[in-house]
């Protein structure tokens, strides 16, 4: 039979040798916690203190929303569409205009920057601009100043693309128009159809441009009922949780200190 080495055995014969006595056991965790219950306390106290400074520290802030519809017409589909496709006028109000509007609005209030963002979107399946802001109520007046300039800039902008499509409206009527009257006069087998054909046409023209729509204003930099982030009981129980986990790691922190500072004295 083989014989097991000596240090191996000497291991076994000495259940308690110094090779185990680094091992800790849940009581002696235990033992730790509540020898050290006055520095957990302190710990805890102080961590949920500070968030609780820190919550009443922020300042609530709100969501202003701007909706711009689009200037519209109606094809020769009868369905709506824009003059300008949304995902355009979002890009254009975003590169060109917020840029140029933004410094206007700081050199106005002698500013340096200011202390919000705009950002536009295209709402799915929507003929919208949306403008949103996170601000406080105290901005809410710089947030409707910046929101009414982009939005002014772009209803400028969309105002001649409408003249544009008017005017080309208006030069089809009239070629439509002038051409129903020739027909009508015409002793042509095929007047009648010609005249059914035209005035067809002058009826579409005509509707769309009745139902041409310029771009406006839905809704301008409206509060939000709520406000937006991190609430503030949130952030009170956060801090209530990381005191609980720092007062327990600041327990053991303390024991390995003291028993470093023991084992220094030995």
Do not use: C
């Not at 693309?161 to 005017?167: F, G, H, P, Y």
């Amino acid at each position: 039979m083989t014989q097991l080495p000596a240090q191996q055995d000497k291991k076994t014969q000495w259940p308690d040798a110094d090779w185990r006595d680094d091992e800790i056991s849940l009581v002696d965790l235990a033992v730790i916690l509540i020898r050290r219950w006055k520095a957990m306390a302190v710990i805890f106290v102080v961590v949920v203190v500070l968030a609780v400074v820190f919550a009443l520290m922020q300042t609530a802030r709100y969501q202003y929303t701007s909706l711009y519809s689009v200037a519209e017409y109606t094809n020769s589909n009868g369905q709506r569409v824009a003059i300008e496709s949304p995902a355009s006028v979002v890009a254009k109000t975003q590169n060109l205009y917020l840029g140029p509007e933004t410094r206007k609005l700081l050199e106005k209030n002698d500013l340096a920057s200011l202390p919000f963002e705009v950002k536009a979107t295209n709402p799915s399946d929507t003929l919208l601009l949306k403008l949103n802001s996170d601000a406080t109520q105290d901005n809410q007046q710089l947030v409707a100043t910046l929101h009414q300039n982009l939005i002014g800039r772009l209803q400028a902008d969309q105002a001649e693309l409408v003249d544009q499509r008017k005017a080309s409206l208006r030069r089809q009527l009239a070629s439509a128009k002038q051409a129903l009257e020739s027909a009508k006069e015409s002793d042509s087998p095929s007047a009648a159809e010609l005249v059914a054909t035209y005035y067809s046409r002058v009826s579409d023209l005509e509707g769309q441009l009745n139902e041409l729509r310029e771009g406006e204003i839905t809704q301008h930099a409206v509060q939000s009922l709520e406000p937006v982030g991190t609430s503030k009981k949130l952030i009170v129980a956060v801090g209530i949780v990381l005191g609980g986990m720092l007062a327990v790691m600041g327990a053991f922190f303390l024991e390995f200190i003291a028993m470093v500072y023991k084992k220094s004295n030995e």
